[in-house]
């Protein structure tokens, strides 16, 4: 038992801090601690800035332009991207469509895709959810009809995260009706550019534009779009769930929200004196602070176990539902720290009637909503526990 | 980095397990564990010489360990067959020895039996609160006061009492000859006493005493949060067991999602559990070893009851009842958070921290 990182380990953490010290915008990291909506413009400066040092693609290998870190080194730099408040890199090319490709894709596909996610040339959005096939993805009815050397695609998507930014969507399409769900599914590369494509937003519960629904009516794509074979997407939906799971207890960004919440409480004061100093906000507080101290060797074991067995366990579902449950904790005690302060609507707070509430936490409400989608997405908590049920406890 | 065990302590885990679930199983376990004296004099040396005492404490001390991680190891095994052995009194009166520089042979060999007085009626946990008196110096030292719920007070040999004088908490030992012992069997198994101390003679200790004793209940915190996990781990695999074969309405009950999910929340619950204790036994020498502690007692303390209830609920009427091996670990599991500091006790030291 060794809690310690190595000095190598600690050497890359001293590298990664002074990176972020001299590199990191500030208008970037000021956008990202207000918890706002970051634009276009930001997320690409971010990712250019970080491709220039080549830690773009942090799960790529190096072969393809990755920087080849060990699942350590992208633990640290996870952990320190939070700490100076630098954007979440955005997965759907880098950590999602781009190991897909490389394990699945043609030599032609790689070649031709892979430098362009890299340079930012493509932005990739993800088409697996539809209307009626939410966690139950197997049943998705997005049907793509071979004809000639083309794909025929019709249907709906939903979910499409930052789809309104993109120029490319990785689909999961039925393309065989008549087998077994999860037999029928293929996984086929769109350009968004395609005649018959549409795409709407989505507007959130907190005002948000941050997903879309896509209406594909008889878009033709050529038929090399297809990645891996044919009726083989359900294999790489899988493969792509289980390959990127680093930083999914999101306890970087708790760590960070701990901080918040305790520095606003010190601030605001309730009879009297400091938030902080109520008995009973000081327990609620303390006592997500030991569930996230806890949680962070959580994190550290199960890292430690997918480095030993080479991939990691269905048991980091665990990291999904105690992670998120910690994260949403901590943004219910940022929204009610501010109390009534934190009801007015984003958009309607001014310089002039700022004085409710510091700057940084005008945004705290909406955060709380907003993050209650954590436990929804990527696999909701619930089948999360389904996961465990039945691959730890064989239930 | 590094979350396996060395291979000294693995070697001391497997044949500590090895040991009590061949000389501990729960039917021996429940008759030592609630007939008088509350635990076996045979066993309590056979496990002695397989060195679970001297893992507690350091070489400089004339053991062979004294870590958290030592600790840890030891504790988790008892907890998997709830073993009622007062090796926790052995524990906390070896930290309070080391501190001391006292000689600890009689101790580690098993040979003198301890107990560690500190709780009392009205301050069960808080080491600030306490009134038990030292009075006199030399060799004319005496105490007065109760002490309450002495856990393995009921067999001890020597007592090591925290008590006040001039202001200062010092640790004091008394020989249980010397004292009023009322020795009680607990509900979940094992022993205690009240210790009626008055005018009850005593050699001083450490006089100045109340970092030692900070000391010695951080470590026993480490033991009894270990002790749970072990015991939460068995109680666990128990139920899902009886999920799996468990027949109501013509299939496995573990085949119901209600079911299923409750089964899961304790299993992360138990992993949460796990990680806290691995924290503060890497912390337990060091400076916050405090902190890491009460972090540690407070998570335990509501998984403890989340395991120990829900794995009553699911298994139904069966865990109702005295027969049934998983009663007796959840109620072991239940009441570890009455010592050393509740639940409550220690949420609040964390946020005052």
């Not at chain 1, 009973?280 to 959580?298: G, H, N, P, S, W």
């Not at chain 2, 306490?130 to 005496?142: H, L, M, P, R, Y």
Request: aromatic share 8%; proline share 4%.
């Amino acid at each position: 038992m060794d809690l310690t990182f190595t000095p190598e380990e600690q050497e890359f953490r001293e590298e990664v801090r002074s990176f972020f010290r001299e590199n990191l915008p500030q208008d970037i990291a000021d956008a990202v601690k207000a918890g706002g909506e970051l634009t276009k413009e930001h997320m690409e400066r971010y990712h250019a800035i970080l491709a220039k040092k080549g830690w773009l693609a942090v799960t790529w290998p190096e072969e393809y332009g990755g920087p080849g870190w060990t699942p350590v080194q992208r633990h640290i730099f996870d952990e320190e991207s939070c700490r100076f408040y630098a954007p979440r890199i955005v997965p759907f090319g880098l950590s999602m469509l781009g190991p897909v490709l490389q394990k699945f894709g043609t030599q032609e596909q790689k070649d031709y895709y892979l430098p362009r996610i890299l340079s930012g040339e493509d932005w990739w959005c993800q088409g697996y959810s539809e209307p009626g096939a939410g966690s139950d993805l197997a049943s998705l009815k997005t049907r793509a009809v071979r004809d000639g050397d083309e794909w025929v695609i019709n249907g709906q998507k939903t979910w499409t995260t930052l789809g309104q930014h993109a120029d490319k969507i990785f689909c999961l399409c039925r393309t065989d009706p008549d087998v077994q769900q999860q037999k029928g599914i293929s996984f086929i590369l769109v350009d968004l550019d395609t005649p018959g494509i549409e795409m709407r937003p989505i507007k959130l519960i907190e005002g948000g534009h941050e997903v879309n629904e896509v209406f594909f009516t008889d878009v033709r794509v050529p038929y090399e779009n297809l990645v891996g074979e044919e009726n083989q997407g359900w294999t790489i939906a899988k493969y792509l769930l289980t390959h990127e799971r680093t930083g999914i207890a999101g306890v970087g960004f708790s760590m960070l929200a701990l901080e918040e919440v305790k520095a606003l409480a010190r601030k605001v004061m309730r009879n009297g004196k400091p938030l902080l100093e109520d008995p009973l906000f000081a327990a609620r507080v303390a006592q997500v602070e030991v569930d996230l101290e806890a949680m962070k060797i959580t994190n550290l074991r199960m890292l430690f176990k997918a480095v030993k067995q080479g991939a990691p366990g269905p048991e980091t579902s665990i990291l999904k539902i105690k992670g998120t449950v910690i994260g949403q904790e901590l943004r219910d005690l940022a929204r009610r720290a501010l109390g009534p302060s934190a009801a007015p609507f984003p958009g309607h707070i001014t310089d002039g009637n700022l004085a409710l509430a510091p700057a940084n936490n005008a945004n705290n409400a909406a955060r709380y909503f907003n993050n209650r989608k954590t436990s929804i997405f990527g696999g909701s908590n619930e089948i999360q526990r389904n996961i465990l049920s039945k691959a730890v406890l064989e239930l | 980095m590094d979350f396996d065990l060395t291979e000294d302590r693995q070697m001391l885990s497997d044949s500590l397990n090895r040991y009590l679930a061949d000389k501990y199983p729960v039917e021996t376990r429940n008759k030592v564990a609630y007939e008088a004296p509350f635990h076996s004099p045979e066993k309590w040396g056979e496990l002695a010489e397989l060195g679970a005492l001297f893992a507690l404490a350091p070489e400089d001390a004339g053991g062979f360990g004294g870590s958290g991680f030592d600790v840890s190891v030891v504790f988790e095994a008892l907890g998997r067959v709830i073993c009622p052995e007062p090796v926790l009194g052995a524990l906390m009166a070896s930290r309070l020895m080391t501190k001391a520089g006292a000689d600890q042979e009689a101790l580690l060999s098993g040979a003198t039996k301890y107990a560690v007085a500190i709780g009392e009626l009205e301050a069960p946990y808080d080491l600030g609160s306490i009134k038990t008196e030292a009075s006199g110096s030399g060799d004319s030292v005496t105490l007065s006061g109760r002490k309450s719920a002495v856990y393995g007070g009921q067999v001890a040999d020597v007592f090591l009492v925290a008590a006040v004088a001039g202001g200062r908490l010092g640790v004091y030992e008394v020989q249980a000859a010397d004292a009023q012992v009322e020795g009680y069997g607990m509900i979940d198994g094992a022993g205690a006493c009240e210790l009626l101390l008055d005018g009850t003679k005593a050699t001083c200790l450490i006089e100045d005493g109340a970092a030692a004793l900070q000391d010695a209940v951080n470590a026993g915190i480490v033991a009894l949060c270990s002790e749970a996990v072990g015991a939460m781990d068995v109680l666990h695999a128990m139920t899902v067991d009886y999920l799996k074969q468990r027949k109501q309405f013509g299939r496995a009950i573990g085949s119901f999602q209600a079911l299923q999910h409750r089964a899961v929340d304790m299993l992360t619950e138990i992993e949460q559990s796990r990680s806290i204790v691995i924290k503060a036994a890497s912390e337990l020498n060091g400076e916050d070893a405090t902190k890491f502690c009460s972090m540690a007692k407070n998570l335990i303390g509501r998984a403890g009851r989340l395991v120990a209830e829900e794995a009553i609920q699911m298994h139904g009427g069966i865990a109702m009842t005295w027969e049934y091996p998983g009663s007796h670990y959840a109620k072991r599991i239940i009441m570890i958070d009455a010592q050393l500091g509740d639940t409550d006790y220690h949420l609040s030291r964390v946020a005052a921290a």
